[in-house]
């Protein structure tokens, strides 16, 4: 099993930027593809961006294309979300989730992070 820990949420006005991390350990880190999810009060948990494990493909939602980055560094057994363009649609608790594969559904995920909690505010 991997453990995967985030951090970098907070509090941030509209139009702000944030850079989440998730530090994974436990095993091979670039055996996974990477991905965030987020979950907003009363709402299903959905597909933010994922990562291949080379970083050579990439995945985003529609709603976060051209605002959001997801990278990795295998090296460093880390993943990163950089959010610009901060909306306040974009509150929600992120998860750091590990795959076996490049998937967008949360059903194929095998390990998620405890969550860290993102707030846009106007």
């Known amino acids: 099993q991997v453990q995967l820990v985030e951090s970098g949420g907070g509090l941030v006005q509209v139009g702000g930027s944030l850079r989440l991390s998730c530090a994974v350990s436990?095993?091979?880190?670039?055996?996974?593809?990477m991905g965030w999810f987020r979950q907003a009060p009363g709402k299903e948990r959905e597909f933010v961006a994922v990562?291949?494990?080379?970083?050579?493909?990439?995945i985003y939602a529609d709603s976060v294309k051209g605002r959001f980055t997801i990278s990795r560094d295998n090296a460093k057994n880390t993943v990163w979300l950089q959010m610009n363009s901060l909306k306040s649609e974009d509150t929600a608790v992120y998860y750091c989730?590990?795959?076996?594969?490049?998937?967008?559904?949360?059903?194929?995920?095998?390990?998620w992070g405890q969550g860290t909690q993102v707030t846009v505010s106007s």
């Open positions: 989730a590990a795959a076996s594969a490049v998937v967008t559904d949360s059903r194929a995920i095998r390990d």
């Open positions: 436990g095993r091979t880190f670039s055996d996974y593809a």
């Open positions: 990562v291949s494990w080379s970083g050579s493909r990439r």
